[in-house]
Structure formats: structure tokens, C-alpha cells
């Protein structure tokens, strides 16, 4: 199956920028490894889609990872599960 970039993409700030930024190898937890990330996505103009996107497709707290709008895996899932998804205002 192929999946279509959605075209707010080629808008990203990180686009170009090594992905190991946004999905370290071993986060430990930690929400610090993704401080470099959020300077990305602090200047980002499609920050709200991207923060969109990851919370409508990510469901339950095993398939979050990454930095999506300059929030972690671990703030993501405060904002809402895959279940009962908050609504990002665009």
C-alpha cells in the first residue's frame, strides 16, 4: 500500500532534515531528546497539521512516536487518545 504526502508536507520546516531528529533511536522515556525537534516545529507554518495528522492516525499510547507538531509522544497522548480524539483548530 502507498500512502499520498499530504501537500501541508512540503511546507514542513523539517523537511529535509534528518528523520533521527524526530524519531530518536532510543527516546528512554525522556521528553528532553526531543528538544532539538521542537526548534523545527517552533518556526513551523503547518505545525497545527502536522499535529493534526499524527493525533487523527496514531491510536493508543504503543503507536505514538516521534515529534508531530512539536509534541512528544508522551504530550500527544495527554491531548487525547485514538479512541476519543481532541480536535486540533486549524
Not at 501541508?8 to 523537511?15: D, T, V, Y
Not at 502536522?50 to 491531548?79: D, I, K, N, W
Request: hydrophobic share 30%; aromatic share 10%; charged share 30%.
Amino acid at each position: 500500500m502507498i500512502l499520498e504526502r499530504p501537500d501541508w508536507q512540503e511546507k514542513a520546516s523539517c523537511r529535509g532534515v534528518p528523520t533521527e531528529i524526530f524519531f530518536p533511536d532510543n527516546p528512554g522515556g525522556q521528553d528532553s531528546v526531543y528538544n532539538k525537534a521542537r526548534e523545527f516545529c517552533r518556526q513551523c507554518e503547518v505545525r497545527t497539521q502536522c499535529l493534526a495528522y499524527a493525533m487523527e492516525h496514531e491510536t493508543g499510547q504503543r503507536c505514538r512516536y516521534g515529534v508531530f507538531g512539536g509534541l512528544s509522544p508522551r504530550e500527544r497522548y495527554a491531548l487525547g487518545d485514538g479512541a476519543n480524539p481532541v480536535r486540533i483548530r486549524k
